[in-house]
C-alpha cells in the first residue's frame, strides 16, 4: 500500500520560517517528487518540484524563499520555507511521480496546513 505522510505545518507569522517533510513507503523507485499547495477557492498549484537527480523548479512566487531538497534513500522530500507571507497559507500536498513504460502514476499525501499570520 502506497502511503505519502507529511509533517511540519502549523501557524508562523509572517518572516518565520517552516519546514515540511514527506515520507514516502510502499513505492520502490520514484521519479519526481514535488510539493503543491491549496488555498480556499482556489486551484492547486506547483510549489517545487525535485528530480530524482537533484534538478529542482520552482513556483516564481517562491523563488529565493523556499528550496525543496530529497533523501532518495530514505524516500523522502523536504521543503524549506523562509521568509513566510501571508499569502503562503494553503494545504500543502506532497507528490510522488512513479514513471514506467505503460503510464505515469501520481502519489499524493493527505496534506498539511501552513497558516501565515500578518
Known amino acids: 500500500q502506497v502511503q505519502l505522510v507529511e509533517s511540519g505545518g502549523g501557524l508562523v507569522q509572517a518572516g518565520g520560517s517552516l519546514r515540511l517533510s514527506c515520507a514516502a513507503s510502499g513505492i520502490r523507485f520514484i521519479n519526481d517528487m514535488g510539493w503543491y499547495r491549496q488555498a480556499p477557492g482556489i486551484q492547486r498549484e506547483l510549489v517545487a518540484v525535485?528530480?530524482?537527480?537533484?534538478?529542482?523548479n520552482y513556483a516564481d512566487s517562491v523563488k529565493g524563499r523556499f528550496t525543496i531538497s530529497r533523501e532518495n534513500a530514505k524516500k523522502t522530500v523536504y521543503l524549506q520555507m523562509y521568509s513566510l507571507k501571508p499569502e503562503d497559507t494553503a494545504v500543502y500536498y506532497c507528490?510522488?511521480?512513479?514513471?514506467?513504460?505503460?503510464?505515469?502514476?501520481?502519489?499524493w499525501g493527505q496534506g498539511t496546513q501552513v497558516t501565515v499570520s500578518s
Open positions: 507528490n510522488a511521480q512513479v514513471v514506467t513504460s505503460v503510464r505515469t502514476y501520481d502519489y
Open positions: 525535485i528530480t530524482r537527480g537533484g534538478s529542482t
